[in-house]
């Protein structure tokens, strides 16, 4: 199983970035896929799921200003953030299960390496 992130990087307080995630390994039709963050020093947290006909799930300090989505026919996650914040500074990880409450409750069994994400203010 492989999961590739991209698209972090550098951006003042108010703008906007696109993550990708590039899966393969298994069949990504058929997996919860999501994204998980995790600031220095404090523990990675949820941050948004889509399920397999595209049902999504956001942590509260994130609504209205994410989107989660995926392509199934490209084998690729998204999540488009907006409005950044400060405090969404944190590395993010593209994450894979079968179910979201899984994700939630015994975190994720597939993951990626991380992409950073910076937010200056």
């Known amino acids: 199983v492989q999961l590739q992130a991209s698209g972090g990087g550098l951006v003042q307080a108010g703008g906007s970035l696109r993550l990708s995630c590039a899966a393969s390994?298994?069949?990504?039709?058929?997996?919860?896929m999501g994204w998980f963050r995790q600031a220095h020093g404090k523990e990675r947290e949820f941050v948004a799921a889509v399920g397999r006909f595209g049902t999504t799930d956001y942590t509260g300090s994130v609504k209205g200003r994410f989107t989660i989505s995926r392509d199934n026919a490209k084998n690729t996650l998204y999540l488009e953030m907006k409005s950044l914040k400060p405090e969404d500074t944190a590395v993010y990880y593209c994450?894979?299960?079968?179910?979201?409450?899984?994700?939630?409750?015994?975190?994720?069994?597939?993951w990626g390496q991380g992409t950073l994400v910076t937010v200056s203010s």
């Open positions: 994450v894979g299960d079968d179910t979201v409450q899984h994700i939630k409750a015994f975190g994720p069994k597939y």
């Open positions: 390994g298994f069949i990504f039709s058929t997996k919860v």
